[in-house]
């Protein structure tokens, strides 16, 4: 592992189909005066899955918060479609079309299924749009259909991860964000959740942004990927590049 | 045989009372988790409205009954914006202290404005008494069981039918989620509160036809309905319901059978009943947490 402070090793790749979507472009950011993020620079393009991995204490999960307006980005700014989203919140971020899934589990345990769903649209007041969309939903995700009348509360890990899924598509987004999907699944579970995500982008055009502890996974799943060290990005490039470098294996997926 | 049945009218006559005023403090807990101490003294005020209302105005409190609800409701949503919202995120204790700071002054703006001699709204029924066999209920007593029964199940289906009440329960259940999907969490905690004051409005109105009513007697509400919210569990409305019957009944009975003191020690037997169920079933009669129905 490198002791100074890495540098990009590995060069953009060209593969990556459509235009920028996203783009964080040296973002500085941090908690009470401390900065976390030295100047982050990613972007993701129309269509992809893009993978942020990194070590614990890296800051990938400040990168979430910096792009989803959770934490104050102090220098540098993020640019959504081609609008300046640095300082928006969620609220806002939602209505231009980007959606998120935290963490820490977000389904409300004592509504059921369909309630949880039907507030993912509490933005819209047209009840027949939500209808018509929970049916979409249900039909992407056959499982929460099934159990549309159970509270969430009750649902398996899985379950919960495909409603809080299910319940960021219903506002229609078209980009996701993603903060460590994989937490608290099975490696079963996180396959498959994967999976449906790879099915989402090839049946609904969704582009992903994923932030993952879970490097070999997230970037074999990814089309391209960034790897986070101490607050600035050491490599990045095709998921598979990145599984192949031998720094990167070195330095965090254990050789 | 007959002192026991007539006991059980008036306990769950009282117990119907005592569910509205206690959901009310218990709506405000689960969504925001403020205990609100000056919960019997926003009763009070709302019998004391109703009292007014017919005084000055000759309405009935049945006809004043959506006026307190609108006037509570903008009431609370003042207060919470005001006053609590901006100690919300600091120290626990900082709601508590606001409100019962807020319990005093409204007593003391009361007695200022009406004195402490206690008041009674009048009502066209006020003297009728409806006589079934051997059983007494005064007409104003069951006008505020029906009305209480009536607002508590539109409390309900407001919570479990509408978006807007989903979407508080929502808020109660998670409120980073509630975030995520676009919920303005201040603006849930500020209509909690609001609603929740609303109730007790209502309530005091009901109650200020049935008995005399005084600037001073809203701690003991206060009291009560925490006592109530505890060990119904704080959330279900029906664990709420049955709580309420619960205490009115045994201060019913304590004020049949022992004559005199017999209301004062109703209201220590419930806090002593509070200490035995939270020693054997921490968790309530049914289970604490967020806002059900």
Known sequence: MPTSVPETHTKESSIAPGEVMLE????????????????????????????????????????????YGLINVRQGMVVFEGENVTAMGPQELLRTGMAMVPQLSTVFPSLNVYENLELGMYLVRDKARVKTRID??????????????????????????????????????????????????SPILTKEMFQQLRELRDTAGITFLLIEQNARSALELADRGYVIQRGLVSHTGTGEALLGDEEVRRAFLGG | MHTLIQVIIDGVILGGFYALM?????????????????????????????????????????????????????????VSRVVIMPVLERHELMPLLITFGLASVIAGLLTVTFTTTPKVTTAAYSDSVISLLDYRVSVSKAVMLVAALVLLTMLTLFLNRTKKGKAMKATAQNREA???????????????????????????????????????????????????VVLGGGGRVSGTLAAAMFVGIIEAGLSGYVSNIGTSLGTAAAFVLVVVVLALRPEGISRLGGVRA
Not at chain 1, 34 to 63: A, C, M, Y
Not at chain 2, 22 to 47: K, W, Y
Not at chain 2, 57 to 78: N, Q, R, S
Not at chain 2, 185 to 207: E, H, K, P
Request: with cysteine; charged share 15%.
């Open chain 1, 136 to 185: 979409d939903i249900f039909d992407l995700f056959p499982r929460l259909a099934d159990r549309r009348a159970q509270y969430a509360g009750t649902l398996s890990g899985g379950e919960r991860r495909a409603l809080e899924i299910g319940r960021s598509l219903m506002l229609n987004p078209r980009m996701i964000l993603m903060d460590e999907p994989s937490v608290g699944l």
């Open chain 2, 178 to 228: 509630a975030r995520i999907v676009g919920i303005n969490v201040t603006r849930m905690y500020c209509s909690a509160f609001g609603l929740g004051t609303a109730v007790a409005f209502a309530a005091g109105g009901l109650f200020s036809v049935t008995q005399g009513f005084h600037p001073f007697m809203g701690g003991l509400f206060t009291l009560k309905a925490f006592v109530i």
């Open chain 2, 22 to 78: 206690a959901q009310g403090l218990s709506l405000i807990f689960g969504i925001m988790r403020v205990i609100n101490l000056a919960h019997g003294e926003f009763l009070i005020l709302g019998a004391y409205m109703a009292w007014v209302a017919q005084e000055y105005l000759g309405l009935d409190v049945l006809m004043t009954l959506p006026l307190l609800i609108a006037l509570g409701f903008g009431f609370g949503w003042v």
């Open chain 1, 24 to 67: 964080a472009a040296g973002v500085i950011a941090g908690y009470g005066g401390f900065d976390i993020l030295h100047g982050i620079d990613l972007e993701v393009r129309r269509g992809e899955i893009v993978s942020v991995v990194g070590p614990n204490g890296s800051g990938k999960s400040t990168v979430f918060k910096a792009i």
